[in-house]
């Protein structure tokens, strides 16, 4: 059952970036390029830490594959725009990355992790001061596709469910 959970988790995930990227494309939906490849960069390291450990992975596979087209998306439609903040979150990137290199895969699964719920809480903000019902649903579909990914882990270990925890709570927020 707990593949199962996973795959369903994942594909939910999947099938999220298609309205994400449609609203992008069609001007109704803004977001920021710059953050976007910073959010793919700390998931392609927790996915990578999180291999290493032969945890549950895929739901991250899907988020990598999904963000990387986001990217392309907000190119296209040329929303892009460095801040302070994603400088910010570049250092995060760059201190997970150390975590690994000086410690190991379950510490940087934990740093990753961390550093994409603190790099999301701009999104919060924004989505609290201006709320869209499209994005609002999307999130909502992404609480689901991180709780079924949770239920889908086979251990109550880092690499089997933190990551999809966290991100349910990010999502819900």
Do not use: H
């Amino acid at each position: 059952m707990n593949t199962v959970f996973v795959w369903i988790g994942s594909l939910i995930a999947l099938s999220l970036y298609f309205p994400l990227m449609n609203g992008i494309v069609r001007g109704k939906i803004e977001q920021n390029f710059a953050t976007w490849i910073l959010w793919v960069a700390l998931d392609a390291i927790a996915l990578g830490s999180i291999l290493v450990q032969g945890g549950n992975y895929l739901l991250l596979v899907f988020y990598c594959l999904g963000g990387s087209a986001a990217c392309v998306s907000l190119l296209y439609t040329k929303q892009v725009r460095w801040t302070r903040f994603e400088t910010f979150v570049l250092g995060l990137v760059v201190i997970c990355l150390a975590v690994w290199a000086m410690s190991s895969s379950r510490w940087a699964t934990i740093a990753s992790t961390l550093a994409v719920v603190i790099s999301g809480v701009p999104q919060i903000k924004d989505s609290w001061l201006q709320p869209d019902k499209q994005t609002g649903y999307i999130y909502l579909g992404y609480v689901l596709a991180n709780g079924f990914s949770f239920l889908g882990g086979k251990t109550w270990t880092i690499e089997e469910r933190f990551y999809p925890g966290m991100c349910v709570l990010l999502c819900v927020a």
